[in-house]
């Protein structure tokens, strides 16, 4: 049997399986903590947590709800 | 003295010896077929759902040495020891597609390891073989510094001696017993043990954080006693925030040990070992949850400031050991019984990883090196019992780094193993996407992005060490006039890709052979259900798959 090419076009169908525009949200939570201009200060402070600290606490937040918004958009639903 | 904690360590043995039991029960947990088979012992039948993979993942990222380093960390050097958050949040984004196609392929060829992917898709053995070697050098210092948390513990109860058996006792005993119930459960051991390391930590985490503050003055109180203990400290790289110096280090870091983390070999064992892609993406989404957690106790560093701990002295005169720290918070400011809660919380920590880790580490050898190379026609049976065995010798192998070595080497060790295992992704990540890269390129690739990152981290000092002073490379030392410091580990792995390239490029040219591809675009999106073929047949019975490179 010789072995498709990865590359050829027959394999669109398939691919396109995985494909999704949602998947292109992940990159925010990729991106953003990997910002310091954005937390790399201490006011203002909450609870007493300079910006440094709740803030890179608080893109857990953002990590957690955009893999979740993306997994439910782009779950198998019957046999799609 | 140890007498002085006797109720910390009567409390510390019974939920040892707790899951202990656990361990040895879950040979019979969810009842497998035939347990004398690789995929059985090895990876739990291929069979974990939504909560166990949740909890078997997590066990297995975030450790005892998290639990104790990163604070440590930020006990010693202020903000840049944050960076276990920002590289939490990132790692499950960047692997979410990647690892169910991970899973695929590995669920339709019977995969059990990276380097088996490997093989198979790039038909090279000597580029498997690297693969394999690196997961393991990779994974053995990183057992051993499980032992470095459980010693940390142990030390702070007093439970140490004068001679070098004395002193290890306690440890070779516990990786005895962890031993003896890996060999029989395999990955069904850690599974179960997890859930009881998890609830002892989140009980202990959420008493820590509401209760310490108090006791402390309030979050406030705590940041700026570490920020006036920064002030005061000589050192230009400290402090409760980044400076414009180590900001690229901070990200670089991040991002590279996010990269990494899922190319160790235990990472992957625990994704395989689950039922179906519906339950990696889930636990993707869902596993930041511990970041939380690490965040929290990443903070207990400071609180450890603001408490006034003065961390026990280290293995060398006049040094001190601040991963004794948080076990000292503990015995400072909790009552005896619960101080041994948290110290068996962070005990058990560490077995959960170590047996994981250490079945991946067998794993490999019995994949990639004795099945390649020793014993072609290894039936699933003896595949097994062979994984068995290494997990014990692998485990011997880190109680002796300990034991016989200075702990701080296994610390050196495994930061090396960061560096080195990023030098996988372009094989095992991008491989999952492309075939473009040619075989040969990836290793030669492999061999320079590994001698570059040597190299570097050979070259950088720290405040005690002339060598191996951490993975912060100065930007100086390659002709840039700037204070800047970046991620080794980063460094090397762009030279890799951009040499495994270039290489590619000219082989093509050559029309060099390439091999033969062993998966099809479709094995790439196969879920659970889909029938499965046996590797070992598939490859005998095709001697087109016979060893080219």
């Known amino acids: 049997m010789p072995a498709p090419e990865p590359e050829a076009p027959t394999t669109a169908p398939t691919r396109a399986k995985d494909h999704s525009p949602w998947n292109w949200l992940l990159f925010l939570p990729i991106v953003v903590p990997l910002i310091p201009a954005f937390f790399n200060g201490d006011a203002p402070r909450i609870f007493g947590f300079p910006r440094y600290y709740w803030l890179q606490l608080a893109w857990i937040l953002l990590g957690v709800s955009t893999t979740t918004l993306v997994y439910q958009m782009t779950k198998k639903r019957g046999s799609r | ?549």
């Open chain 2, 1 to 549: 003295m140890w007498r002085d904690h006797l109720t910390e360590i009567i409390v510390f043995s019974l939920l040892f010896l707790l899951v202990s039991a656990m361990g040895f029960v879950a040979a019979r947990w969810r009842r497998p077929k035939d347990m004398a088979h690789l995929d059985e012992w090895g990876l739990g039948g291929r069979s974990f759902g939504g909560w166990i993979t949740w909890f078997l993942v997590g066990g297995d990222l975030y450790t005892a040495y998290t639990f104790v380093a990163v604070p440590a960390l930020m006990f010693g050097a202020g903000a840049a020891g944050f960076f276990a958050v920002p590289y939490t949040i990132v790692v499950y984004p960047l692997v979410f597609l990647v690892l169910i196609r991970l899973w695929s392929v590995s669920h339709r060829h019977g995969f059990v390891t990276p380097a088996d992917f490997v093989r198979t898709r790039f038909d090279s053995p000597v580029l498997a073989l690297l693969i394999a070697i690196t997961g393991i050098v990779a994974t053995m210092p990183y057992i051993a510094l499980q032992l470095v948390g459980i010693e940390a513990v142990l030390k702070t109860m007093g439970v140490t001696g004068e001679s070098t058996v004395a002193r290890h006792l306690p440890i070779i005993i516990a990786f005895a017993i962890l031993a003896a119930y890996t060999y029989q459960s395999g990955l069904r051991a850690p599974a179960l043990i997890a859930f009881v390391k998890d609830s002892l930590i989140y009980v202990v985490i959420l008493v820590t954080v509401i209760y310490l503050p108090y006791k402390l003055g309030g979050w406030g109180d705590i940041f700026d006693a570490a920020d006036a203990k920064f002030q005061a400290s000589p050192n230009p790289n400290d402090g409760i925030l980044l400076n414009g110096n180590n900001q690229l280090q901070y990200v670089t870091l991040a991002f590279g040990s996010a990269l990494a983390l899922f190319l160790y070999p235990h990472s992957i064992t625990g994704v395989l070992a689950s039922r179906n892609r519906d339950v990696i993406k889930r636990n993707m989404s869902a596993l930041p949850a511990y970041s939380l957690l690490l965040g929290l106790i990443a903070l207990l560093g400071y609180m450890a400031i603001a408490a006034g701990v003065k961390p026990l002295p280290g293995a060398s005169a006049g040094s001190v050991d601040n991963n004794t720290v948080v076990p000292l918070l503990f015995d400072q400011q909790f009552p005896d019984w619960f101080a041994g809660v948290a110290y068996a919380a962070i005990g058990i920590g560490a077995l959960v990883p170590a047996a994981i880790m250490s079945i991946a580490a067998a794993n490999l050898f019995t994949r990639n090196i004795y099945k390649e190379y020793l014993k072609r026609d290894a039936s699933p049976a003896q595949e097994a019992n062979v994984s068995k065995i290494t997990s014990l010798v692998v485990k011997v192998g880190a109680v002796a780094c300990i034991v016989f070595l200075d702990p701080q080497f296994s610390i050196d060790l495994q930061l090396i193993g960061g560096v080195i295992i990023l030098q996988t992704l372009p094989a095992v990540a991008l491989g999952l996407y492309t075939r473009w890269f040619h075989r040969t390129g990836l290793i030669v690739g492999w061999v320079a992005g590994m001698g570059l990152g040597m190299w570097m981290l050979y070259q950088v000092a720290s405040p005690t060490k002339k060598h191996f002073g951490g993975s912060a490379f100065p930007l100086e030392k390659f002709g840039f006039d700037t204070p800047k410091t970046i991620y080794v580990g980063i460094v090397a792995v762009l030279v890799n890709l951009a040499v495994a390239a270039l290489l590619t490029l000219i082989l093509r040219a050559t029309k060099a052979p390439e091999g033969v591809d062993g998966t099809t675009p479709d094995d790439y999106f196969a879920d659970e259900g889909d029938p499965r073929v046996t590797p070992g047949a598939e490859r005998d019975a095709d001697p087109a798959r016979e060893p080219v490179a």
